[in-house]
């Protein structure tokens, strides 16, 4: 299966199972126009994690380590939604502008290696 990022906030330019992979709704996003299959609050950054890490990237690093701890206690989630999505592209959208320091690059090297084992 295919995963890539894209940002809510753009038109989409994948065709694929569409999951927002954020805790917070995004503002100005109508449920019509996020188009989403699912809303996978449980797989985003813990709130105390996201308010830490602040979209800084000095903490990129820390975050990502961080990050990674809490999915690793997530895994049945993120399998269910690697089943869910089944072999169409699954798409996992934010709503942040940084699209090198967020956390779905995590999300998204995590399921990756969850597909492989």
């Known amino acids: 299966m295919r995963i890539v990022l894209e940002r809510i906030y753009d ?4 065709e ?3 999951v927002l992979a954020d805790r917070v709704w995004p503002r100005g996003i109508t449920k ?4 989403l299959d699912e809303w996978c609050k449980d797989l985003a950054p813990t709130t105390h994690l996201r308010k830490w890490f602040g979209h800084d990237p000095a903490k990129w690093e820390e975050f990502q380590a961080n990050y990674l701890q809490e999915l690793d206690g997530l895994q049945t989630a993120a399998a269910a939604l690697l089943e869910r999505a089944s072999s169409r592209t699954l798409i996992l959208l934010s709503g942040t502008k940084d699209t090198e320091h967020v956390h779905t690059v995590v999300l998204r090297e ?3 290696r969850m597909q492989k084992a």
Do not use: E, I, V
Not at 32 to 35: E, K, L
């Open 16 to 18: 694929g199972y569409r």
């Open 32 to 35: 019509q126009r996020a188009a």
């Open 110 to 112: 995590f399921l990756m």
């Open 11 to 14: 038109p989409p330019t994948h």
